[in-house]
């Protein structure tokens, strides 16, 4: 089973609005709530590609019911932790010419709450994968992902990391299965600006020196590059088509990347189901369906 740690879900409240002004009231052309979060994305997209997996993290509040009510009527299974102060937070994201977005900060998490979600994850087995995705809240310890890759260790337990900064970067010692940065995180890690393909191949096979396993460096428009737990180098330009969404690409290319692998147990396959997966959330106003990365995958491949 694939388990996806979301630690500060949030419902996404997504508007569009003509010549946005402030001072003055402003009304929507269009607007819809979604259940976020870049663990969450994973598990939507991975469900859409015809594979199971389990929500883990914490919620709280009225927000934090209908987070689980919404991932319920989607299919997708969560096991919660509940948490007693605070909210689930709301997201808005403002669409009007440029793209504005107001987070909010989400529950106190407790020290009894974070035991409670290290007694799921031990409940592991070697058979399981495990997804930690995105940002933790300021109230969490910034060594959260790699106490649970730690806590982990001595598992065959496969852990994939989509994180930033120290987040990452402290965990490439626990040897994660795969790790997922954008150009611009993997240059941000390293302190440098990675203009060519040649720089990122360079910096993703640093990356692969620290201790992950396979390195998959999302590019945006210019595609992406692996490099897999043998040092051979994937790399591809995107599919044609114009972006409309941003949110959620790089989750769904975690989630096309590891239904590839366990499809096909080929890192070249899971590479190309990763590239158009990732793309076909891009090209379109919701995350990717399995009609969607089909239709790429033809086309590009």
């Not at 859409?48 to 993290?57: A, F, H, K, T, Y």
């Not at 396993?213 to 595609?223: F, H, Q, R, T």
Request: charged letters at 20%.
């Amino acid at each position: 089973m694939i388990y996806t740690v979301t630690v500060n879900p949030s419902l996404d409240y997504i508007v569009d609005v003509e010549n946005f002004k402030t001072g003055i009231v402003n009304r929507t052309t269009a607007e819809r709530i979604n259940a976020g979060g870049k663990g969450i994305n994973v598990s939507i997209v991975l469900h859409n590609l015809g594979i199971d997996s389990v929500v883990l993290g914490f919620t709280a509040g009225f927000t934090g019911t209908k987070i689980k009510n919404m991932l319920s009527d989607q299919g997708i299974t969560s096991d919660f932790i509940p948490v007693k102060s605070g909210m689930s937070r709301i997201n808005v994201k403002l669409r009007s010419g440029e793209e504005t977005e107001i987070n909010g900060q989400g529950p106190e998490i407790t020290t009894s709450d974070l035991a409670c979600i290290f007694e799921k994850i031990d409940s592991l087995t070697d058979t399981d994968i495990l997804v930690l995705a995105g940002s933790i809240p300021s109230t969490l310890p910034e060594t959260l992902y790699m106490d649970i890759m730690k806590r982990m260790q001595w598992k065959k337990t496969k852990i994939v990391v989509d994180a930033t900064n120290d987040l990452l970067r402290n965990v490439l010692q626990y040897h994660p299965f795969l790790v997922k940065p954008n150009t611009h995180e993997l240059g941000e890690i390293f302190g440098v600006e990675l203009r060519t393909k040649g720089d990122v191949i360079t910096y993703a096979q640093k990356f692969r020196e620290l201790g992950a396993c396979n390195v998959l460096v999302s590019m945006a428009a210019e595609g992406a590059v692996l490099i897999d737990e043998n040092g051979k180098i994937y790399q591809s330009a995107a599919p044609d088509g114009k972006k409309k969404n941003s949110v959620g690409a790089g989750d769904s290319m975690v989630a096309g990347f590891l239904t590839g692998y366990l499809k096909s147990g080929s890192y070249g396959e899971a590479f190309k189901m990763g590239l158009c997966t990732g793309s076909a959330s891009a090209f379109s106003e919701q995350l990717a369906t399995r009609e969607q990365v089909e239709k790429l995958l033809k086309k590009q491949f």
